[in-house]
Each structure stands twice: as C-alpha cells, then as structure tokens.
C-alpha cells in the first residue's frame, strides 16, 4: 500500500460507512421516524431504541439516520450541481478568456461580495423553506469556488505544449476541453468538493435551524438539535446525538480534505520550527581553553560540519584550517558548494538546524583576552558575541532586512550598551553616514524598500559593524550586485579597514579579482575542504593546487579573455570521491591520488596545500 | 498611503453599490410577482385584490429602471423603507441592534486573537511536536462544529448544569455593565471559536515560514536575544497573512452572527434578520442584507487598511 491511499485510507473509510448506512437506510431495521409513542417520551436509551426516545417518543436513531440522510443529500447534491455549474463556468472562462471570461468566471464571483449564510437567507426569503431552495441557495453560493479552481487550472493546461499543438491542428474547442483540461482539474476539483460538502452541511444545518431549512416534519440534524434545546433540562443527550453526528461527518469532510491536499501537494507537509528558538538544557562549563598570550584572532582547526538526521550523518565540511589575524583580511574562495558559506555561518552559530559542528575547533581571542572554542557554544552562549564581537554581513541584502521596519530601527535594534532615544538616533546616523548614506537624517527612516540595491547593502554593513566587532564575515557582499555598485562596496570595505585597523575580515567569494584586490590571505575551498591557503601574492604567483591553478586561469584577463572554464562540477555531498575530492575534475590525476586523502604539506611555512603531487605539477 | 486607503474605499463602495444592485435585482428579475411571492402562505393563493394594493405600496407598478433609482435613492439618503409587520422605519431599527452585532463580532475577534496568534506562534515554534499535534486536532473540531451546535452546547454546560452564566437575553451595558458583560461572553466566545482556529491555523503556518527567512537570520546575527526576534521579526511579520484571511473569514464571521444571535437571543441585526425572512417581512430583508453585505464590505475595507499600515510595501505596490 503506497503512502497516498494509506492517509486517504480512514477518511475514506468513514465517509464510506456513513454513506452506507444513509443510502441503506430504507431496508435497515430501524423505527418509523415518525411513529410517536408519546408516553415514553424523553425515555432513556434502551434494547429497542438504542439511542432514547425524543420529546415525540420517537425513536432517536433512526431520526439520526434520515436526518442525515436528509443533510448528506442536499450537501453533496448542491455541490455535484455546484461542481457541474462552476466547472463548466471556469472551463469556459478559461479557454476563451476575454468576454465570456467576465460573462462566466468574474460573474459568478460577484455572489462572494455577501457574506455566504446571508445570501442563503435571501434565497429562502424569495423561494420559501424547503429542500429545494436550500439547494438553490448553496448551489449558487459554492459555484465560484469551482470556477476559481476550474479557471485557475484551465488556464495552466491551457499553454502547455499538447494543448497548444491540438488548438494548432484545429481540434475542436469542445474536444480539447474535454480531452485533455478536465482530467487536469480534477485533483483540485476533488479538495474542493470535499470542502463544499463540510461547509454546505454548516450552511443546511444552521438553516435548518433556524427553522428556515429543511421541513418538518422531515428529520434533520438541524432540526434536532432546534428541537432537542428546548428539552435540554430534561434530556441532554438528545441534544448531544445530533451535535456529535453533524460534527463528526463536518468533522471527517475536512480532514479528507486535508488529506487529499497533503497528498497532491507534499511541499505542504514537511514540518518546520527553528530549534533555536526552544531553550536547550544549560551546557555545562566550557572546557577550558589553553591561551596563549599571543596569537591569532581566530583559529579553525580540523573543523567538520555535518547534516544529523535520523539516518545517517554526512559530512559537509571537513578539514578546515583557517586562520585570521587582528587586522588581517582573509578571502575565503571557491565554487558554489564549496562549505565556504556553511563555514562561516558556523562561526557565528547561525548554521541551519539540521547542520552542526562535528569536530575540530574554532579558537576565538574576544576583547578581554579571554579565548572560546566557538565549536562549543550553545545558541545562548553564541548570542554573547553575535553582533559584539563577531558580525556578518549577508549576500542578499535586500532579503536579510526585515521588510516592515525602517532602516533606522533596524539600526538601533544593534546597538549594544545604548543610551537615551535621542544617544540611539545619533548613532544611528553617525553608522549610516559612515558607510556612505547620502542624507542619513532622512534615510534612516525609509523602508528597506525605498532603497536602492547598493543602499540597501551599505546599510546592512552598518548593522554588521555598529558594535564595532573584532571580526567581520562578508558573505558574497558584492555578488547580488551590478559591477559599479560592486566596485563602490569594495571600496567601502576597504575604508572600514582603514578606519578599524584591529579588526580581522573575512571575506567570502568566488571571484578571484576581487581577493587580489582587498584580502591580504587567501584560503581556497573545494567540495568542502580547505585545499590551499596562503599569502595572496604568493598564492597567485605560484598557486601550490591544480584546483587553485585552475580557478586563476578560468578568469578573464583583460582583452584577451581566455576563459577556460574547470570542466565537470562539484559532486554531491553524497557522492564525495574517495581520497582526492578534485581526482574527477583533476588533469593531473593519478590513481595514488584516489588512494587516501591528501595531508596537508607545506610548501613554504606560510602556505598549505592538499595535493600530492604538488611539487611535479605546479 | 492615503491614496492607497482612497483607492480602497473607492473599490468598497463600488462593492457596496454591486450588492444594493445585485440584492433589487434578485428580487425583481426572479420569475413570479414579489408581491403574490410575499402574500402567498404555502400553497394557499393569495387574494388579487391584497396583491394589487401591495403592487401599488411597492411601487411594483413604475418601470424598473424608475424602481430601480428609487431603490438606490433610498439607500443613500438612509430611507430603507418601512416594515410590514408593524410600519416602523427600518433604518431605525437597524441603527438600534447594528451596534450589538458589532459587539459581538468586536469581543469575538479579539478573543480569538488574543488566543490564536500565541497558540499558534506556539505550535509553529514547536511544530511536529505534541503540543502541536494538540493544537491541530482541537482546530479541526473547532473548524468542523457549527457555531450553533457550540452555542447550544456551551448553554447546557455554562448555564444549565455549572449555573455560571446566563443562557441568552441582553440588558444594555448602561442598565448593568456586569450582567451585560456576562451575557457578552459566551455568543461572542461561540462566534470567536472557528475564527480562533482559522487564526490559530495560519498563524502557524505563517510563523513557520517567515522562520526561514534571512531577516530572521540578521535579527539572530544581531545578536538579540529570543523574545524580542519572536515579537518583531517573526510574529510582527507573520501577521500580515494572517490578517488577510481573517478578512476573508469576516463572510463566515458575520454568518455565525447570524446563528449566535438566535442561539443566546442577542437582540442584534442578524436575529432580527431571521425574523424577517420568517415573516418575509420584504423591505426589512432587504434594508438589513444591505447593511450587513456593508458591514462585510467595510471590514473587509478595515482589514486592508490595518495591512498596509502593518506592511508598508503594500501601498506602494497596488496603488
Ligand atoms: S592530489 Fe592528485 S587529483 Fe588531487 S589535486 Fe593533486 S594531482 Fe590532482
């Protein structure tokens, strides 16, 4: 049994029983639903009458039964009937579109513009009480529904290729409707259906209870429970059946919906939440960290991320050895799924739920001198640093700021150790005037809409150094943009180097030109492993890995633009190459390299690389 | 913003005009005599004399384009004609009670967002979770049980067997604030327990979504601790289609009115609404189905305003 008929199993079960036992309801043994027996009225529940007797002595049950029959025949009539009606409205609308499209589809809309019972009230005012203008009435009311979904889908299937090709060929209009759009809208077609019948049995029933629906002395479930409120002192539980039968079917009517809604649209289904945002148990101390008196503003060695699902865990990151100084700038570079993001999303305890640091350590040296293994934080112990001492500036400025909040309020949101309102505005300003916002008095008040693309990023910079952080990461902060604006942020970046001399960067990207232009190191990735690392001119003079060799010739020199692009892709994290994870992609490859990974070796004190061959090759 | 607000009430009242049309020529163009429909009881044929003299009260007689801009002259200067039954004005009327169904729907709303959108942010923080489970099964039945059902059942528990409130009537608020506002609670908790699970729903549908936003993400790498990035970054944004579909609930709102008003006789439009119909009371069917599709129309109108205040890229994108 596939997963699909497994969750439409129980509501398809139920709604087939209760269908049954309503469609059997003639040739069951049950009471005459009309055969009062006064004296026993209000009578308990018994062998004979299983469910009590009402304030008629009338056998409760089988009122129950033919209520529902009653009720079950007007909601699925009315929204077969509505179905018929609306489908073909929608049909129509979407394939011929222009006139007969606000003839049909935006006609029948009209009817939305009352509120659904009332319209039923109007409808039973001109027609009278009964069976028939309730049907009237919720036939009208649920025909747009159809129409929307009919016409919504119609005009999907519309510009696909086949329909388009037989509306070419000339195949009648009718033919292709027929043929090929109304299988298409039947799965929403179904979720509608199943969610006009629970909602024509609200609208039935409350009619009916309002004694303006169904007649007496036909039973209904609405006019049970309209009856059985009189009683209520005496017999509680005549009130209790009817309420529990209507609910229950209502009930059953809408969890087929969502069913059939979670089945022809899994997206839906995967359950989200943040872990973050659940306090976890208090992590006991923090090992404590050898420190030096001396060393480097951030030490990452041996760092490993990995996915932890129930399964399996695989590694996305691993081998990671980077190292920023006080002051210095570190590029860090690579392609699309490189870990170069994940690695530093990691150092500021922002990887995504399912991601976490599985190895390795990353030494942080804060304002006090103190050291933190950042591997070890908890999202409460992150928080110390976030913004403080480290900041991120992220790629897409535009979906990192929060779109109903002025830029202004986003600013002083930062702020640590503020003073008074008038202290925040001034610093506020003061930031934005740092990075270059052109009147900053007025700006701070704009919506992150109101800005411009290179705006929008120079005050997300902002919001990255408004504590003045000993390390900033820039993820990709120029790639979302266009190459003036690109040129304009570098030069910003640079300023904020000038003006902070202690602060260490760094800066993550995939373009070569600019880490020649800003960073003083550089730490190339591959397939999530640091593959080489060291002092930029070197690095570029000489790159020490083919992989490297290979990025610095695929960019574009000048006039001569000789690219030539790495051929292959990064594999999936899934199917990583044994040993040396550029074998694949490598033009040096040997088998030895597949053997085992390659250590890392040092072709000058300052430099690293993971390649074996790197003395023949490069 | 103003002239977003403008446009929006332009596109109300045009709605409003759609419905005062639509609500004439549902009766007018309808196969059959409003005025024999209107005397005749069942089957029993009415008597021609009384149908031509009603003919003639009606203004049945003028051309339709006459009745027509008769009909439309009368709502706007507020004449929604008289009743049958007694002769009383009824715009008078409706003045009187429209204030009492907006109290109701008013003290629904607000319980059900009092209750729904924490819940709701709950489940979605703890989304798979038991809680959740919980949350999402007590939604369905909320969502599945007529709110008279749930009117009626909350009489035979609250009133009958605990003798913790009333079972129905009103008393106005100035006679006794107390007993007004026990009367109060439960038609509007009645009303407020589909629209608490609506809220609920989307909610956490919403929460979980904008959690996965880069916004929250900067809010986190600000450095902010959990609270005030729940409050102004995740639920602060979430509410904007949350609000939407409250709008869209207001029809369901207003139908439970309907309900709820006859369930606990709240004296409001609506129960004077079915009482009218009962009665087939024409002028008065009308004059309220006009007041209470403006009412939709105009909260509908509230809903949107309160949006683009909440979302200031609303404004500049529709207008
Ligand atoms: S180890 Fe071998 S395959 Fe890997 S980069 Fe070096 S030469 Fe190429």
């Known amino acids: 049994m596939t997963r699909t008929t497994r969750k439409l199993l129980l509501p398809g079960t139920l709604i087939g029983l209760i269908l049954a036992v309503i469609v059997l309801a003639p040739v069951l043994p049950l009471h005459d639903v009309r055969a009062m027996d006064v004296p026993n009225r209000f009578a308990g529940p018994s062998a004979a009458h299983w469910l009590g007797q009402d304030e008629f002595g009338r056998d409760v049950l089988a009122r129950l039964i033919w209520g529902g029959r009653a009720s079950l025949f007007i909601a699925v009539g009315s929204a077969l009937s509505a179905a018929v009606l609306g489908t073909l409205l929608g049909l129509l609308g979407g394939y011929f579109r222009g006139v007969v499209e606000a003839l049909t589809v935006r006609a029948s809309e009209v009817i939305l513009c009352l509120p659904p019972l009332l319209l039923a009230l109007l409808v039973v005012t001109i027609l009278g009480a009964g069976t028939g203008p309730l049907m009237v009435a919720l036939t009208l009311l649920y025909t747009p529904n159809y129409a929307r979904v009919v016409y919504a889908a119609t005009l999907q299937v519309r510009a696909l290729d086949f329909v388009t090709a037989q509306m070419a060929m000339g195949a009648h209009p009718l033919a292709i409707l027929w043929r090929t759009i109304l299988p298409n809208v039947m799965p929403p077609l179904l979720v509608q259906m199943s969610l006009v019948v629970a909602s024509a049995m609200m609208i039935e029933s409350g009619l009916s209870f309002l004694g303006l629906g169904v007649v007496p002395p036909t039973p209904s479930w609405g006019l049970m429970i309209r009856a059985a409120r009189g009683a209520m002192e005496v017999s509680p539980l005549l009130l209790l059946w009817p309420s529990l039968a209507l609910a229950g079917t209502i009930l059953i009517f809408n969890l087929l919906c969502d069913r059939l809604q979670a089945v022809l649209d899994p997206r839906n289904v995967t359950a989200g939440g943040a872990l973050w945002l659940r306090k976890g148990p208090r992590r006991a101390a923090l090992p404590a960290v050898p420190a030096a008196t001396d060393g480097p503003l951030l030490a990452i060695t041996d760092m490993a991320i990995s996915v932890n699902t129930s399964e399996r865990s695989l590694e996305l990151v691993r081998r990671a050895d980077v190292s920023v100084h006080s002051g210095e700038t570190v590029a860090l570079v690579g392609e699309s799924g490189s870990g170069k993001t994940l690695t530093s999303l990691a150092l500021m305890g922002l990887l995504p739920d399912q991601l976490g640091i599985s190895r390795g350590q990353a030494l942080f040296r804060g304002r006090d001198g103190r050291v933190t293994d950042l591997a070890q934080l908890d999202e409460d112990g992150f928080r110390r640093f976030r913004g403080a001492e480290i900041s991120m500036v992220f790629q897409d400025a535009a979906a990192a700021l929060n779109p109903v909040h002025r830029i202004g309020d986003q600013l002083a949101e930062a702020l640590r150790d503020t003073g008074d309102a008038q202290e925040i505005s001034r610093r506020v300003v003061d930031l934005l005037r740092h990075v270059g916002i052109p009147d900053p008095e007025r700006r701070q008040r704009a919506y992150p809409h109101e800005l411009s693309g290179g705006q929008r990023q120079r005050a997300m910079i902002a919001l990255a150094v408004a504590n003045a952080p000993r390390l900033l990461i820039a993820d990709e902060p120029t790639t979302a943009l266009d190459p003036t604006i690109q040129a304009q942020i570098l030069h910003l970046f640079q300023k904020l180097k000038s003006d902070t001399p202690d602060m260490g960067l760094i800066f993550v990207t995939h373009d070569l030109a600019v880490v020649a232009e800003i960073a003083d190191r550089v730490v190339v990735m591959y397939a999530g492993e640091v593959v080489e690392s060291g002092p930029v001119a070197q690095v570029f003079a000489r790159p020490r890995h083919p992989y490297t060799a290979a990025l610095i010739a695929s960019v574009p020199e000048g006039a001569a633009d000789r690219l030539v692009a790495i051929p292959g892709t990064v594999p999936p994290p899934n199917a990583m190459p044994p040993g040396c994870r550029f074998a694949p992609r490598c033009a040096h490859a040997l088998p030895a390299c597949s053997a085992a990974p390659p250590g890392a070796e040092r072709p000058d004190p300052a430099r690293i690389t993971r390649c074996i061959r790197w003395k023949e090759v490069t | ?319």
């Open chain 2, 1 to 319: 913003m103003l002239r977003y607000i403008a446009y929006r009430s332009l596109v109300a009242l045009f709605l409003v005009w759609l419905v005062v049309s639509l609500v004439f020529l549902l009766l007018h163009l309808i196969p059959g005599d409003p005025a024999e429909l209107l005397l005749s009881q069942g089957s029993l044929a009415a008597d021609p004399a009384a149908v031509a003299a009603l003919r003639e009260r009606m203004g049945l007689n003028d051309p339709l384009w006459r009745q027509y801009l008769d009909h439309l002259g009368g709502v706007l200067t507020g004449d929604l004609g008289t009743s049958f039954r007694d002769g009383a004005p009824v715009a008078e009327q409706i003045a009187l009670r429209l204030p009492r169904t907006l109290e109701v729907i008013g003290a629904a709303t607000l319980l059900a967002a009092l209750l729904g959108v924490p819940l709701g942010t709950y489940a979605a923080v703890r989304a798979g979770g038991k809680a959740d489970g919980l949350l999402s099964l007590l939604s369905s039945i909320a969502l599945s049980t007529p709110v008279f059902v749930v009117g009626s059942v909350a009489i035979l528990i609250f009133a009958q067997k605990l003798q913790w409130l009333p079972a129905g009537g009103f008393v106005s608020f100035s006679e006794d604030p107390v007993q007004h506002l026990k009367l109060l609670i439960l038609p509007a908790s009645a009303v407020a327990i589909s629209l608490w699970a609506v809220i609920t729903r989307m909610t956490r549908a919403t929460v979980i979504e904008v959690l996965e936003r880069d916004y929250v993400r900067t809010a986190r790498a600000k450095g902010l601790s959990r609270a005030p990035i729940l409050r102004r970054h995740v639920v602060r944004n979430a509410m904007i289609p949350v609000l939407t579909i409250t709008g869209l609930e207001m029809g369901t709102l207003i139908g439970g009115t309907v309900l709820v008003e006859f369930v606990f006789n709240w004296p409001g439009l609506s129960g004077y609404l079915v009482s009218a119909v009962d009665a087939r009371d024409y002028p008065e069917v009308v004059g309220i189905v006009i007041v209470i599709s403006m009412l939709f129309v105009f909260l509908n109108l509230a809903v949107d305003v309160v949006n683009a205040l909440l979302d200031p890229r609303i404004s500049l994108v529709k207008s």
